[in-house]
Nanobody, 122 residues
């Protein structure tokens, strides 16, 4: 059974930074694309960023230039460095995997981790 454990969230002022981490446990091919998603109150979960097996990346327009996704295949982890945070970035952030950058909006696993709360407020 695959499990996702997200960490690193918190309360930060506008303009601040946070680094999120996700550890994936269980049997998962390391060649899969890994992605970060977020869900704000009353909103659907959306893809934020993704990174493929060859380290190609994809970002939602609203975070381009501010967020950076990375992965460590040896440790089965994916990270999200977030800078210049804005109140609209407030959400619970989750990770999951997909077959490719094109398909990462349809993650493979229906079960999600607990997520990590990011709150951007002054």
């Amino acid at each position: 059974q695959v499990q996702f454990v997200e960490s690193g969230g918190g309360l930060v002022q506008p303009g601040g930074s946070l680094r999120l981490s996700c550890t994936v446990s269980g049997t998962i091919p390391r060649l899969y694309t890994m992605g970060w998603y977020r869900q704000a109150p009353g909103m659907d979960r959306e893809l934020v960023a993704a990174i493929s097996r060859d380290y190609s990346t994809r970002y939602v327009d609203s975070v381009k230039g501010r967020f950076t996704i990375s992965r460590d295949n040896a440790k089965n982890t994916v990270s999200l460095q977030m800078a210049s945070l804005q109140p609209e970035d407030t959400a619970v952030y989750y990770c999951n995997v997909g077959f490719s950058l094109a398909e990462i909006t349809r993650p493979i696993y229906d079960s999600w981790g607990q997520g990590t709360q990011v709150t951007v407020s002054s």
